[in-house]
């Protein structure tokens, strides 16, 4: 799981701040296999099929072969308003790529390490900082993938730029190979929300021949469950997590919930917790200070709901604001609460009282 978290992530990043710069530095017209593409695109060879948005239109890029162990089966790129010349693409998008390509043993440098990290060219973007917005499991087309949100701060020709990538991937097996099928989504965060959308009808749409489950499921392997105080009761508070967790505590007053979780910085770390006994829901997640989107989970044991958090690895503090503490009433006071009740229920029911 942690070597396919980093390809996944890694590959979210490299395609972040390489697909533009790649169709920027191409003399369109005289790369031999270029084809245009738009509207309903069609690759039997990669066993894909997908609708790309009215009004975007790009290209399909000749078969290459790669190094980092991936090779590329299929690549296709468009733009809104489309792609006419190399000055038409813009580094701050918005683009859409669907990327097909065969994973053998995948190894991915540093951004620094690559050409995109050296300082020889105008455009060069140096090594970025990047947080992960929101991690998720999709099914699109009956192809069960993981839907990412990934934001990252980069440089272009010395000036700050922020980035943000949403992408789908699936795995498919076909033609005795393990591929990773991509769609992937970049604009800088001011056009973010404008195109989006787009990206999203256009996800719908895609079919993938083949296709394999991404397993994210059994993750959170180690156990923190912590009792923490409520009303002068202690009460388990049942987390679950690839992290190491710490620091855990309950603020009653606030409705709050927070700890501390640390892993090796690069690898994506996964907690589970289940709330429910100290703290209703809906809840706000926060990872440092920055509004998250968790999942639903349930646990498959107990059966008991609660939510699962997606972060990089590094030390982050994460907090839980609920809406009301469970119990609504302090538990020294249940059981009058009970005698009220059956004195009541016993009077009510008895013919010669009247209540």
Partial sequence: MKEVSLLIIGMVVAATLTM????????????????????????????????????????????????????TIAMAV????????????????????????????????????????KS????????PECKLLSFNSKSVGGADGIVVEVECEVEVDDKPVTMRTKLFS???EKDNTIRSVMLV????????????????KALNTL???????????????????QEVSV????????IKSNSNVTNIRFDTG???????????????GITDIYPNKVLKGPYAVTIDGEPITPIQIRDPDTGEEGIRIFYMHSIHEIKIVGTEVVPEFPIAVLPILALITGIAIFMARSKGMHV
């Fill in 207 to 225: 079919r993938i021949s083949n296709a394999r489950s991404i397993d994210i499921s059994q993750s959170a392997n180690k156990d923190f469950t």
């Fill in 231 to 238: 009303d002068g009761q202690m009460i388990p508070l049942n």
């Fill in 78 to 117: 468009v733009m809104p308003g489309g792609i006419k010349d190399p000055s038409s693409v813009s580094f701050t998008g918005p683009m859409i790529m669907l990327n097909v390509s065969v994973v053998e043993k995948a190894t991915l440098p540093s951004i620094k390490d690559t050409q995109m990290g």
């Fill in 254 to 268: 606030n409705k709050i919930i927070s700890f501390n979780v640390e892993g090796e910085a690069g690898s994506l």
């Fill in 120 to 127: 020889d060219r105008k455009g060069d973007v140096k090594e």
């Fill in 170 to 172: 699936a795995s498919q």
């Fill in 185 to 200: 989504f970049a604009s800088s965060v001011d056009k973010y929300g404008s195109y989006v959308g787009d990206f999203d």
């Fill in 20 to 71: 533009p710069t790649l169709y920027a530095q191409a003399q369109i017209p005289q790369i031999p296999g270029i084809k245009e593409v738009s509207g309903r695109y069609v690759n039997d060879k990669a066993g894909v099929e997908i609708t790309f948005p009215d009004g975007w239109s790009g290209m399909e890029m000749p078969l290459i072969g790669g190094g980092m162990g991936i090779s």
